[in-house]
């Protein structure tokens, strides 16, 4: 009887094991939202500047595209705050989707999980990003000027296109980013590590 039983114990360790590894939904490391926020308003700050430099009123597709690019590269940027690569997509909607890019190559493949969000929330005048567990964190915009970007601008308009409207974010729940603390599985440094 006692080998009976032990022997469905054995099975049943070796079996979540087996699933665990093999075929559970891969969790990412938790991102530190903070450095979300803080690296996505140098980006949109640094790209606008450039923008306005060759008088680039309103962003083209392309233009979002190599935005997008840039704040990749900004997020992968040292002192480095994820384990692997991050990699970024622009969604329709003109949300940001962050991912875990395993093997760097830019493109996300079907085993590489979401590890954040970023949204502008026009209302409110913040940018918003969410980690997986969804935890999010607030940067509120300083000035008007931000939102009347070419960059912001054309991230609004695809955002109305999408039928998301200004007000569809105030019922959100975000912990503005002076607040913000990462979580412990959330690996330390950034623009503002140390502060």
């Known amino acids: 009887m006692f080998g009976n039983l032990k022997t469905i114990v054995i099975l049943g360790v070796v079996g979540f094991i087996g ?3 093999f075929l559970a939904p891969k ?8 450095q979300v926020l803080d690296r996505t308003e140098f980006a949109i700050n640094e790209y606008q500047e450039y923008l306005t430099a060759n008088s680039i009123a309103e962003a083209s597709d392309d233009q979002v595209e190599e935005f997008t690019e840039y704040l990749t590269q ?5 002192p ?3 384990d692997e690569p991050l990699g970024l997509e622009i969604l329709s909607d003109a949300k940001f989707s962050g991912y875990a890019d395993a093997n760097a190559n830019g493109a996300r493949d079907s085993d590489e999980g979401e590890v954040f969000t970023i949204e502008i929330d026009e209302a ?15 940067l509120r915009f300083s000035g008007a000027g931000f939102l009347a970007g070419a ?10 296109s999408a039928g998301i409207s200004a007000a569809s974010f105030n019922n959100r729940n ?7 603390s990462a979580p412990r599985s959330a ?3 950034g623009l503002r590590a140390g502060k």
Do not use: C, H, K, W
């Open 74 to 78: 900004i997020m992968n940027s040292e």
């Open 19 to 21: 699933y665990s590894v």
């Open 187 to 189: 690996r330390a440094g």
């Open 124 to 138: 409110n005048r913040r940018l918003i990003a969410t980690d997986t567990t969804g935890e999010s964190a607030g």
């Open 80 to 82: 480095r705050f994820y």
């Open 174 to 180: 975000v912990t503005p980013r002076a607040s913000y």
């Open 151 to 160: 960059l912001i601008g054309s991230l609004l308009s695809r955002q109305r």
């Open 27 to 34: 969790s990412e490391q938790t991102a530190d939202l903070g």
